[in-house]
Nanobody
Framework: QLQLVESGGGLVQPGGSLRLSCVASGFTLDPYTIGWFRQAPGKGREGVSCISSSGGSTNYRNSVKGRFTISRDNAKNTVYLQMNSLKPEDTAGYYC????????????????????WGQGTQVTVSS
């Protein structure tokens, strides 16, 4: 069974940090570009960040640039999203997804391009 499992979410105060993990089971993440997406209540899904299979190509939505960092450890079959300086507007369910994309180009945030999705982990930023 092919699965992506996210973890690391939780409740954090504004300005705090969290590190999300996305672990694959049943398949290897090596060939896949991995995206992180989020969806807040009443809002549409939005792309947060992307990392190519080699890690050589990354991309971020403008609102998280300089605060979030995506990385991957293919030996551990895991992709990470380090989130610093968190803001209340970062509150959302966060999902990782895998796609057969060569790089994180201009279409990286199109969810329809991703083949496998995790169940998500909740991030709540509140004082």
């Amino acid at each position: 069974q092919l699965q992506l499992v996210e973890s690391g979410g939780g409740l954090v105060q504004p300005g705090g940090s969290l590190r999300l993990s996305c672990v694959a089971s049943g398949f290897t993440l090596d060939p896949y570009t991995i995206g992180w997406f989020r969806q807040a209540p009443g809002k549409g899904r939005e792309g947060v960040s992307c990392i190519s299979s080699s890690g050589g190509s990354t991309n971020y939505r403008n609102s998280v640039k300089g605060r979030f960092t995506i990385s991957r450890d293919n030996a551990k079959n895991t992709v990470y999203l380090q989130m610093n300086s968190l803001k209340p507007e970062d509150t959302a369910g966060y999902y990782c997804a895998a796609a057969e994309l060569a790089a994180c180009g201009s279409n990286w945030a199109r969810g329809l391009l991703y083949d496998y999705w995790g169940q998500g982990t909740q991030v709540t930023v509140s004082s």
